[in-house]
């Protein structure tokens, strides 16, 4: 059964360093989302894209968050600075329609120290 | 923006027990999702259920999408069913950004 990747797994990083995390969604799929989970809490919608272009993003998602979709099977979230608060788990998701079934990725943990 | 409220925050049962998780939702909805996440905290999809009532092994839903809640029922559950499990629904945004519960935290003990 297709799945959606993620990596890497766990990220441990300094305050103030870029990090890059990478998602693999399911091939077939055009809609493709990041959502984090700070530890212990709900899960939280970071940003939705589509067609190449971000059609939603939350507050959370500030100058410090970009996304792109480099070639025609990775999604990426980059983030610019890190700052402490920015430790959580970071999952991606894709579907084939706007309201379809979304089917997550594994995570990343991110830490920042 | 809507609202997802779950109940009951946390649940424990014994081995073999029966158990009904509720998802309570502020405006209508096209559709809900229901996940568990394990203890590795992997997001594994149990339902897609926008009304009607869905089973899968042990597990079944319903969505009643005209009063606005959905149910997950676990039927003799097993320790394997411990984790976290949260229903989603996508705001009325219609870019597809989903809007998670608080979670129910379920402990099944042997």
């Known amino acids: 059964e297709p799945e959606v990747t993620q990596t890497p797994s766990h990220q441990v990083t300094q305050m103030g360093q870029e990090v890059i995390l990478r998602c693999v969604p399911i091939?077939?799929?055009?809609?493709f989302y990041w959502y984090r989970q700070i530890l212990g809490q709900k899960v939280e919608f970071l940003v939705s894209?589509?067609?190449?272009?971000?059609?939603?993003k939350s507050e959370i998602f500030d100058d410090q968050f970009s996304v792109e979709r480099p070639d025609g099977s990775n999604f990426t979230l980059k983030i610019r600075s890190t700052k402490l608060e920015d430790s959580a788990m970071y999952f991606c998701?894709?579907?084939?329609?706007?309201?379809?079934?979304?089917?997550f990725g594994p995570g990343t943990r991110l830490l920042v120290l | 923006g809507i609202q997802v409220e779950q109940s009951p925050p946390d649940l424990i049962l014994q081995e073999g027990a029966n158990s009904t998780l509720r998802c309570n939702f502020s405006?209508?909805?096209?559709?809900l999702q229901w996940f568990h996440q394990n203890p590795w905290g992997q997001l594994i999809n149990l339902f897609y259920?926008?009304?009607g009532t869905k089973q899968n092994g042990r597990l079944s839903a319903t969505t009643v999408a005209t009063e606005r809640y959905s149910l997950l029922y676990i039927s003799s559950s097993q320790t394997t069913d411990s984790g976290v499990y949260f229903c989603?629904?996508?705001?009325?945004?219609?870019?597809?950004?989903?809007?998670f519960g608080q979670g129910t935290t379920l402990q099944v003990k042997p």
């Open positions: 998701a894709s579907s084939d329609q706007a309201l379809g079934t979304q089917y």
């Open positions: 091939s077939n799929h055009l809609y």
């Open positions: 894209f589509y067609n190449n272009e971000i059609s939603e």
């Open positions: 405006d209508s909805v096209n559709n």
């Open positions: 259920i926008p009304s």
């Open positions: 989603a629904v996508p705001s009325s945004s219609n870019t597809g950004k989903l809007i």
